[in-house]
C-alpha cells in the first residue's frame, strides 16, 4: 500500500477549497490529487491532496488501484477522461474505489493527467455528485484543472521538498541540458559553484547523480 505523503499544508488546502468553491455549479465537492511516488515503481502514486481531508480512505482507494495508472497512460487515451462511476460501480467486478466514492453520493468524475518523465503522471480527480447532460460540463472542469495546476504543484510541491533557489535554478538548467560549465556561465558563477549546488540538490533528494535528481525533481514537481 502506498502511503501518502504529509500534505497538511495551510497553502495547499487553502487552494483546493477555493477550486472546489468555484466548482460548485458542477456539483463538484471533492477534489483529489494523485502522483508519482519517487521511491516506488513506475505504477506507485501517491496521495498528495485530497479536500475534503475526510476522504483520504477513498482517495487512497484510487492511488492503489490500476484504474487510470501508467497502462492506462501508455493507451492512445487522452488527458482528459470522464467517467460516470455510479454507472460503473455496478458492473461485473468494479473497482473497490469506485464503490467508496459512489457511497458517498458522488456519481461522476473528471480526471485531467499532467505527464512526466518515464510514463508518470500528476492526475487531478474532480468528483460531482451529479451526472452531466453533456461533454461541455466535463470540458469545463477540465479548464479549471489546467487554469489552477502550476500554482497548485508549487504549493504541493513545497510540501514535499525544499532546496533553495540557487538549488534549484541548477537542477532547472541541467533539465534544459546545460553543463556545469554553460550552467555556471548562466548564473554568473563559478563552476564549483553550481557543482556545489547540485550536490546539496542531490543529498536533499537522496540520489546519486545529477541525472536521477532532475528526474526526481520533476516527479516531485520542483521543475
Excluded at 475526510?54 to 488501484?65: C, G, V, Y
Excluded at 487522452?78 to 457511497?103: D, F, G, T, Y
Aim: hydrophobic share 50%.
Amino acid at each position: 500500500m502506498t502511503l501518502p505523503v504529509n500534505f497538511d499544508s495551510v497553502g495547499v488546502d487553502a487552494i483546493l477549497a477555493d477550486w472546489v468553491i468555484a466548482l460548485r455549479e458542477y456539483g463538484v465537492d471533492a477534489v483529489l490529487v494523485l502522483g508519482p511516488d519517487p521511491d516506488a515503481g513506475r505504477e506507485s502514486r501517491q496521495v498528495l491532496a485530497v479536500h475534503p481531508p475526510r476522504l483520504l480512505p477513498e482517495a487512497q482507494a484510487l492511488a492503489d488501484s490500476r484504474d487510470f495508472g501508467a497502462p492506462w497512460r501508455d493507451s492512445d487515451a487522452p488527458m482528459v477522461a470522464w467517467q460516470e462511476i455510479a454507472k460503473a460501480a455496478w458492473q461485473e467486478s468494479p473497482s473497490r474505489w469506485r464503490r467508496l466514492w459512489v457511497a458517498h453520493g458522488y456519481q461522476t468524475v473528471v480526471r485531467v493527467a499532467f505527464a512526466l518523465p518515464a510514463g508518470r503522471a500528476f492526475e487531478c480527480f474532480m468528483f460531482s455528485a451529479r451526472a452531466f447532460a453533456s461533454r461541455t460540463e466535463a470540458a469545463e472542469l477540465a479548464w479549471s484543472a489546467l487554469n489552477i495546476w502550476p500554482m497548485l504543484r508549487r504549493a504541493i510541491a513545497e510540501t514535499r521538498v525544499t532546496l533553495s533557489p540557487r538549488e534549484l535554478e541548477s537542477l532547472q538548467l541541467a533539465f534544459e541540458g546545460l553543463t556545469a560549465r554553460e550552467t555556471a556561465l548562466r548564473m554568473d558563477c563559478a563552476e564549483r559553484t553550481v557543482n556545489y549546488h547540485l550536490a546539496n540538490a542531490m543529498a536533499k533528494l537522496h540520489t546519486d547523480n545529477k541525472l536521477q535528481a532532475v528526474q526526481k525533481a520533476c516527479w516531485l514537481g520542483l521543475i
